[in-house]
């Protein structure tokens, strides 16, 4: 088995090398953009801007770029299980070269995926159009590949509409942005967690294993810890090593998001909550609690729950307590019975045993 739940510094084709074959579920990658900036790019009050103008994105030559993109993704290619996936995030100067190479490597592309950011970096120089979006790549490691999609967990995400290859997320900005101690970006590429929560979610099941061999400031880590996947980062720059583990570190996973809604079967009949509160399983006015006993909420007549100023069904309540972007609130709230928390699922199960 590899190394789970650490960071290995080093290079990653390097890294990948040494694991077993077939030994990870699902690969997210940001490789080098290959951005090819020349010179400054200044504001026009005459500030620079804090680009990507770091080395390792440096590559003397597109041949340079296209080998390095295949020995990388060999390697993937090696050690991603059969029914695995991979997903390649980049930017136009880079991501119609990987795609090429992805298909040409055997890998069978599932969607493209637009990433359309809210919050642009502005085209300073008035040259072009503003560059408002990055496209990821989704692949299946083959065509006969049987690998994960939670269907239904992404249009609970989408307020129950089927979810769609164009997404609509800011940039990552505010307290989510990593400074250093000079109060400058630890990483100019740093990726949104929602970019991630909605990727692991989608692909990946609890307990599944997760690679990042760009792991940078580490977002895949900490959005894996969250959601209970195991993980493994590759990453050579000592400044992003320090920043990612004490980020992740840090990192409390949720007791309950919308990852419990992956597992319920497509042919499990809906309950609403209000009828087991109309049949009186759950009688109007009962407590509810989630497992750690942090928040208690009031079961109202109409099936609504309310917790302080927080009122709505089980479900947004749920979510909104727990600042997640969505919750099961079948497994995440909780009654007592015979002085044991038991989850308010159980009476649903008893409901539906009685129809």
Not at 293 to 311: I, M, P
Not at 325 to 338: K, Y
Request: one cysteine or more; a negative charge; aromatic letters at 10%.
């Amino acid at each position: 088995m590899p190394p789970l739940d650490r960071i290995i510094e080093g290079d990653c084709i390097t890294a990948m090398a040494k694991m077993p074959d077939k030994s990870v579920d699902m690969i997210f990658a940001d490789p080098p953009y290959n951005l090819q900036l020349g010179g400054d790019l200044l504001r026009p009050e005459g500030g620079k801007v804090d680009a990507c103008d770091d080395e390792w994105d440096r590559f003397e030559s597109f041949a340079v770029y296209d080998d390095f993109t295949r020995d990388w993704l060999a390697e993937a290619r090696r050690i991603l299980k059969d029914d695995g996936s991979i997903w390649v995030i980049g930017s136009y100067h880079n991501i119609f070269r990987c795609g090429a190479i992805l298909q040409d490597m055997g890998y069978w592309i599932l969607n493209d995926i637009v990433w359309r950011k809210t919050n642009p970096m502005p085209n300073f120089r008035g040259t072009r159009f503003t560059n408002a979006h990055e496209t990821l790549i989704w692949c299946a490691k083959s065509e006969k590949s049987k690998y994960t999609f939670n269907y239904r967990a992404m249009k609970a995400l989408n307020d129950d509409l089927q979810m769609r290859s164009d997404w609509s997320l800011p940039i990552c900005s505010g307290g989510e942005r990593l400074k250093d101690d000079a109060g400058d970006k630890v990483h100019p590429t740093q990726k949104p967690e929602g970019l991630l929560y909605r990727i692991l979610l989608a692909c990946t099941k609890p307990g599944d294993v997760v690679l990042d061999p760009f792991f940078g400031t580490g977002t895949t880590g900490a959005v894996a810890k969250r959601l209970n996947r195991r993980w493994i980062g590759i990453e050579r720059e000592q400044d992003y090593i320090a920043a990612a583990q004490q980020r992740i570190d840090s990192e409390m996973p949720l007791d309950e998001s919308a990852m419990v809604t992956m597992a319920e079967k497509r042919s499990a009949p809906r309950v609403a909550f209000g009828l087991l509160v109309e049949s009186g399983l759950i009688p109007a006015g009962s407590i509810i609690t989630d497992a750690k006993r942090r928040w208690e909420a009031k079961v109202g007549l109409d099936g609504s729950v309310s917790c302080g100023e927080v009122q709505g069904s089980i479900h947004v309540v749920g979510k909104t307590l727990q600042g997640a972007p969505s919750c099961n609130g079948w497994t995440f709230w909780q009654m007592e019975e015979e002085g044991e928390l038991k989850p308010i699922d159980l009476w649903r199960q008893r409901h539906l045993k009685g129809l």
